[in-house]
């Protein structure tokens, strides 16, 4: 079992910055992917960023150049550094953790106010 835990997430103004958190506790494999996805209301769950262990990273279009994802492979917690926040960037954001299982994380709401 692997356990996520996230914060973070809260109301902000347009252009404005939040940092979520991601920990994650548990069976934990060395070889690993984690990342945030978010839903926004009435629309469906989409990927964010998600890091590899190793280092590689993968970005939504709409958040490449505004959104940096990070990580502390020691203490296997992800970050995701959020820039120049929109109204569309509002939702629910969840953490994933990948590896030959998947887990979610319970989310957390950002709201971004125009």
């Known amino acids: 079992q692997v356990q996520l835990v996230e914060s973070g997430g809260g109301l902000v103004q347009a252009g404005g910055s939040l940092r979520l958190s991601c920990a994650a506790s548990g069976i934990i494999s060395s070889i690993n992917a984690m990342g945030w996805y978010r839903q926004a209301p009435g629309k469906q769950r989409e990927l964010v960023a998600t890091?590899?262990?190793?280092?590689?990273?993968n970005y939504a279009d709409s958040v490449k150049g505004r959104f940096t994802i990070s990580r502390d492979n020691a203490k296997n917690t992800v970050y995701l550094q959020m820039n120049s926040l929109n109204v569309e960037d509002t939702g629910v954001y969840y953490c994933?953790?990948?590896?030959?299982?998947?887990?979610w994380g319970q989310g957390t709401q950002v709201t971004v106010s125009s």
């Open positions: 994933r953790y990948t590896d030959y299982r998947v887990y």
């Open positions: 890091m590899h262990s190793g280092g590689s990273t």
